[in-house]
């Protein structure tokens, strides 16, 4: 595989500046901030001190559509959008292999959600220690160890979103393909697999079909790996079906094999 780091970062600064103006991510970054910070300040408000990893994991919790809607709304349309206007022809035309294209859209992408992200996390923290008292080393690598699982799952959605982009003739069917199949669908495996064990007469515990089919989401494993911050959201357990361990690990193989996929197509599509 051709892959030069300079011609990826060439591409990668290409996209994260042309998205830095976007509209989409003031609106959607904004929305977020919002949302973040003002339940982190609403949760400080009610909880005692001593509490700093549950009122982030419940700030985290509140503004989980936002991990799926950002880096959806921002890579739907990265190739096709390309393809409509016929500007691969002159994008390919200079010293770059359509390998080099789809890495360095991905790292544009996902530099982006990472400079919106982790800034607005971390004045969440920030305000939390203050409010709360200062949390331990612990406490804090736990909170930033969850925001790293968020970012994979964020980019597993990138990648996811790549896909239907590279396969779909416009934007509007690669948004569609994103939402409806990307996410609802998949989230949608489960209960409709546990339903069927249920309606079959099985009552005891997960089937393994289940568990698989709740693995194929990354919004279900990033869920699952809330429990690294707390046991309970809202006043809910989070004991999901796999561990924080097997998510992690479930969320690896989706990134690998759907950017693996857009990888293998992208350089089959004719342009």
Known sequence: MDLSLSAVATMARKEFYTYLKTKRLI????LYMAGFLGATIIMCYYKTPDVFREVIA????????????????????????????????????????????????????????????VPIATIGHLIAAVTLGNPGVADLGRAYAFLGIILLGAACYVSLSLLFSTTSSTSGTALISSLIVGWFGLNMLYPVVNLAYALAGHSNGTPIAAKAVYLLSPSNNVNAAMEILSKEIMGFSTLGPVSPAQSIVALVIFLGATLTSVLWLFRKKDL
């Open 27 to 30: 609106i959607m970054g904004g």
């Open 58 to 117: 419940n700030a985290h919790s509140l503004s989980n559509i936002f991990y799926i809607l950002l880096p959806i709304a921002l890579s739907y349309d990265l190739i096709v959008r390309e393809k409509s206007r016929k500007s691969f022809l002159l994008l390919l035309s200079k010293p770059i292999t359509r390998t080099e294209v789809v890495v360095g859209k991905f790292v544009g992408i996902f530099s982006v959600i990472c400079a919106v992200t």
